[in-house]
Antibody, heavy 126, light 107 residues
Framework: QVHLVQSGAEVRKPGSSVKVSCQTS????????IVWVRQAPGQGLQYLGG????????DYAQTFQGRVTITADRSTNTAYLELSSLRSEDSALYYC???????????????????WGQGTLVTVSS | DIQMTQSPSSLSASVGDRVTITCQAR??????LSWYQQKPGEAPKLLIS???NLETGVTSRFIGSGSGTHFTLTINGLRAEDVATYYC?????????FGQGTKLEIK
């Protein structure tokens, strides 16, 4: 059974950066992907991007291009989301999620998310 | 980006009712659609993929249907444990996008 454990809550000032981690365990797919989805208070779900650790290929939503960096450490099965130039609107619950698949090409993968982390609350406040 | 529109935004129904939630895509997404259930204070949970494929362990009271631009999630025999917000998500093209959610309550 796949299990995703995220790092704890963070508080940051506007203009700074935050880095959130997501450690995975279990799962039979070596070619899985980890994606990041956020949820502002009382709002819906928004995709930020993802990484396929075994290939190293990343995808970023255009909305966040230039501000988001997603990396992975295969030795610890941990993925990271770094978001820079933070503003108050970035205050949200950030989830990592697991996506199965075989392709290194993001456009060829089945893009649904079978397992989710518990979420990391990021608060941006002066 | 492909816009996904859900309706209604919220609904209230009685235990035992049949409930239907609709998701409309602005472009043809074939059957590349999933449904998630998010209970208060919890992460989303995948219910259905490929528009109608029920995930292992999910009750058969949940039924997904549709293709192209129009999709539905039907919940048969509504139970108190079904109280949640439901989201559709398209994965026909990047970036993946979600509907705004449908909040389901019990009367």
């Amino acid at each position: 059974q796949v299990h995703l454990v995220q790092s704890g809550a963070e508080v940051r000032k506007p203009g700074s950066s935050v880095k959130v981690s997501c450690q995975t365990s279990g799962g039979a797919f070596a070619t899985y992907a980890i994606v990041w989805v956020r949820q502002a208070p009382g709002q819906g779900l928004q995709y930020l991007g993802g990484i396929i650790p075994v290939f190293g290929t990343v995808d970023y939503a255009q909305t966040f291009q230039g501000r988001v960096t997603i990396t992975a450490d295969r030795s610890t099965n941990t993925a990271y989301l770094e978001l820079s130039s933070l503003r108050s609107e970035d205050s949200a619950l950030y989830y990592c999620a697991w996506q199965s698949g075989y392709s290194s090409d993001w456009s060829q993968r089945s893009g649904y998310f079978q397992h989710w982390g518990q979420g990391t609350l990021v608060t941006v406040s002066s | 980006d492909i816009q996904m529109t859900q309706s209604p935004s919220s609904l209230s129904a009685s235990v035992g009712d049949r409930v239907t939630i609709t998701c409309q895509a602005r472009l043809d997404i074939s059957n590349y659609l999933s449904w998630y259930q998010q209970k208060p204070g919890e992460a989303p949970k995948l219910l259905i993929s490929d528009a109608s494929n029920l995930e292992t362990g999910v009750t058969s009271r949940f039924i997904g249907s549709g293709s192209g631009t129009h999709f539905t999630l039907t919940i048969n025999g509504l139970r108190a444990e079904d109280v949640a917000t439901y989201y559709c998500q398209q994965y026909d093209s990047l970036p993946y996008t979600f509907g705004q959610g449908t909040k389901l309550e019990i009367k």
